[in-house]
């Protein structure tokens, strides 16, 4: 049996995207997507441990086999519900607390993740994120929750869309749940460095290499003095809907986004 520790970074992964196929073992700077995800939120003080996530589907093998050689746990569950594979995890590798993170985010930043997980324990909250109000560029979404919370979801009658997108229930609950949320005080949700589509990579691409032979852990405010100074990179993928992928499940059962 894994040891319980008390803040678990669970990062969902897998390579059968249907925007970007592969794009989890791109290579961003001589290095796969899932390797910068895991270096950059294993620097965080707050994570006692990191979880991939990712499907029993054989297309997700070479994604196992890289985990396995570089010494990262991981589980491997359902493709479609996601929910149920998060809690496959908890089970596999217990925890207090669990931080919700998407492979699709390269640029996640260490020191918000901090800066969460404080705000998570101060609040004592059920739930906390940095995403209720959009001040941060898509690309840096956090969510944290406990695992006890997790649990409690799984017993409800769910639609499908929520378990898709795991905390879904939650952020259309609010009310329901003692909740904390982390805002910058600038506003930048402008700016997009999360990778679902080629557009995505040239940026993403284009500041790992402007930041060159750094140690990978550039932070969130030297990236937004970037985009802010590189207009023209910024701009190549700010036409793309932030909730593109959550409205695609809506649609399929004739609902709206209710936040």
């Not at 941060?136 to 979404?141: A, E, N, S």
């Not at 006890?148 to 009658?157: F, G, N, P, R």
């Not at 030297?222 to 910024?234: E, G, M, N, P």
Request: glycine share 4%.
């Amino acid at each position: 049996m894994n040891k319980n520790v008390k803040t678990q970074a669970i990062i969902q992964a897998r390579l059968g995207s249907s925007r970007l196929p592969g794009k989890t073992m791109m290579q961003l700077a001589g290095k796969p997507v899932i390797e910068h995800v895991c270096r950059r939120v294993s620097a965080a003080f707050s994570v006692d441990r990191v979880v991939v996530a990712t499907t029993s589907d054989p297309k997700d093998d070479a994604l196992c086999a890289w985990c396995r050689d570089n010494g990262i746990l991981f589980f491997r569950g359902s493709e479609e519900d996601v929910l149920s594979r998060f809690l496959g995890s908890i089970e596999e590798f217990p925890c207090d607390n669990l931080l919700r993170i998407t492979a699709d985010c390269p640029l996640v930043d260490p020191g918000l993740i901090d800066a969460l997980v404080n705000l998570f324990e101060v609040a004592e909250a059920d739930y906390a994120s940095n995403v209720f109000e959009p001040t941060f560029p898509v690309g840096f979404d956090l969510e944290i929750l406990k695992a006890s919370v997790l649990q409690e979801l799984a017993q409800k009658e769910l639609l499908k869309s929520h378990r898709e997108h795991v905390t879904l229930y939650i952020r259309e609950n609010l009310h329901l749940f003692k909740t904390a949320s982390l805002t910058a005080k600038r506003v930048f949700s402008n700016f997009r460095v999360t990778l679902d589509y080629k557009e995505d990579f040239e940026v993403i691409a284009a500041i790992y290499k402007h930041f060159g032979s750094s140690d990978g852990l550039f932070s969130y405010y030297q990236i937004i003095d970037y985009l802010k100074k590189h207009s023209d990179v910024a701009s190549i993928n700010s036409s793309i809907d932030r909730f593109d992928g959550l409205k695609r499940s809506l649609v399929k059962e004739n609902r709206e986004m209710r936040f």
